[in-house]
Nanobody, 126 residues
């Protein structure tokens, strides 16, 4: 089992920045990738960014490319999401996810991640 705890959400004005953190514990040695997803009210959960634990290859949704950066600290078993140039449409609950068997073909799929954090609210005011 892997446990995930997110932090760093909050309220920010459009154009501002926030950094989310996700600390993993438990069977962290088995993690193959971690990702960030978000869910706005009335919408389905969607992929934001992901990073492969070995090698550090990153993946981004087109809507956040160039504004968000995902990174990891293997020693701390923590993944970060640096969010710059935030827009009101970025408002959502952001979830951290991890999986042990993810592939490059499924890394963007919500249904392929076995472990999820509790979520952290990000609100961007206009």
């Amino acid at each position: 089992q892997v446990q995930l705890v997110e932090s760093g959400g909050g309220l920010v004005q459009a154009g501002g920045s926030l950094r989310l953190s996700c600390a993993a514990s438990g069977r962290t040695f088995s993690i193959s990738a971690m990702g960030w997803f978000r869910q706005a009210p009335g919408k389905e959960r969607e992929f934001v960014a992901a990073i492969r634990w070995s090698g550090g290859t990153t993946y981004y949704a087109d809507s956040v490319k160039g504004r968000f950066t995902i990174s990891r600290d293997n020693a701390k078993n923590t993944v970060y999401l640096q969010m710059n140039s935030l827009k009101p449409e970025d408002t959502a609950i952001y979830y951290c996810a991890a999986d042990e068997t993810i592939t490059i073909w499924s890394i963007r799929r919500v249904d392929r991640y076995d472990y999820w954090g509790q979520g952290t609210q990000v609100t961007v005011s206009s």
